[in-house]
């Protein structure tokens, strides 16, 4: 049964780092590119980054490039955002999805809560 | 990259069919058929219900359907019922390999 579980989240203030973790099961990172998504209070979904299943190339939403970094450890089967200069406006749920198709994001977890608050 | 526009809501009574629609550019939407739909409950995460413009997923009930023209998608809901009460986002591959969600359509069954 495929699942995701994200964890890392939590409080912090301005300008502070946290890293979040996606831990995949029933199937494997290498084989699928793997993304980022966030919601925050009361808005829209928002994609923020993914990792081709070459686990070479990936991409970011213009808002979070060059201080989130994405990434994943194939031994773990987890993937992981790496997120620096944290803003209040990252202040979000974080979910991670495979994607099943072009495009297509399958989410399995419950995401994880990043409140960026002083 | 501007997020897609939808409605922000849409209603119909049980039985009845709603649609709704994801406007985006020739740069999205208009320029590949990798279109999403997804359904979220308040709180939970959200689930894939159309992904290539019309195409289900194993277990989506074929109520659901998606089609675009030009710059437009739609996802249309057949038959609606009350567990189909939700928030519905569009998504489509973009520029610079990203994904643009759009604004998001809460859908109420009356």
């Known amino acids: 049964q495929v699942q995701l579980v994200e964890s890392g989240g939590g409080v912090v203030q301005p300008g502070s780092s946290l890293r979040l973790s996606c831990a995949a099961s029933?199937?494997?990172?290498?084989?699928?590119?793997m993304h980022w998504v966030r919601q925050a209070p009361g808005k829209g979904l928002e994609w923020v980054a993914d990792i081709w299943s070459d686990g070479i190339k990936n991409y970011y939403v213009d808002s979070v490039r060059g201080r989130f970094t994405i990434s994943r450890d194939t031994s773990k089967n987890t993937l992981y955002l790496q997120m620096n200069s944290l803003r209040d406006e990252d202040t979000a749920v974080y979910y991670c999805a495979r994607d099943i198709a072009v495009g297509a994001l399958d989410f399995r977890g419950q995401g994880t809560l990043v409140t960026v608050s002083s | 990259q501007s997020a897609l526009t939808q409605p922000p809501s849409a209603s119909g009574s049980p039985g009845q069919s709603v649609a709704i629609s994801c406007t985006g550019t020739?740069?999205?939407?208009?320029?590949?058929?990798?279109v999403s739909w997804y359904q979220q409950y308040p709180g939970k995460a959200p689930k894939l219900m159309i992904y290539?413009?019309?195409k289900r997923p194993s277990g989506v009930p074929d109520r659901f359907s998606g089609s675009k023209s030009g710059n437009t998608a739609s996802l249309t809901v057949s038959g609606l019922q009350a567990e189909d009460e939700a928030d519905y986002y569009c998504?489509?591959?973009?520029?610079?390999?990203?994904?643009?969600f759009g604004t998001g359509t809460m859908v109420t069954v009356l």
């Open positions: 290539d413009v019309s």
């Open positions: 020739s740069s999205d939407v208009g320029g590949n058929n990798y």
């Open positions: 998504t489509s591959h973009a520029g610079n390999n990203n994904i643009v």
């Open positions: 029933g199937f494997t990172v290498r084989t699928h590119g």
